[in-house]
């Protein structure tokens, strides 16, 4: 069972940056697309950006554009979601998660990843 650990999250300023990292306990197979998602207070888990394990394809939800970069290192089992210009409405658990479902054109639908890390939890206050 694959298994995720994410890390990076904590307090920071507005407009400072943060690098998220996704540990998984097992070689990250080319076959899965990592995903990262959020969920602030009192609203739903959104997605917001994945990244295809065969041809590295990239998809980022519409509003994060700019703001958002992700990206993933096979050989050391990781994938990153850099964070810029983080701003209070950016306070939210970040989770990433794995999917084995092949996809074109976009990333997988939050039921369609199999393997889900715990989350880490970002604050952007002053």
């Known amino acids: 069972q694959l298994q995720l650990v994410e890390s990076g999250g904590g307090l920071v300023q507005p407009g400072g940056s943060l690098r998220l990292s996704c540990v998984a306990s097992?070689?990250?197979?080319?076959?899965?697309?990592i995903g990262w998602f959020r969920q602030a207070p009192g609203k739903e888990r959104k997605g917001l950006a994945c990244?295809?394990?065969?041809?590295?394809?990239?998809y980022y939800e519409e509003s994060i554009k700019g703001h958002f970069t992700i990206s993933r290192d096979n050989a050391k089992n990781t994938a990153f979601l850099q964070i810029d210009r983080l701003k209070p409405e950016d306070t939210a658990v970040y989770y990433c998660?794995?999917?084995?479902?092949?996809?074109?054109?976009?990333?997988?639908?939050?039921?369609?990843?199999?393997?889900w890390g715990r989350g880490t939890q970002v604050t952007v206050s002053s």
């Open positions: 998660a794995a999917s084995s479902v092949a996809t074109s054109g976009r990333c997988p639908r939050g039921n369609e990843y199999n393997h």
């Open positions: 990244i295809n394990g065969r041809d590295a394809m990239i």
């Open positions: 097992e070689l990250f197979s080319d076959s899965y697309t």
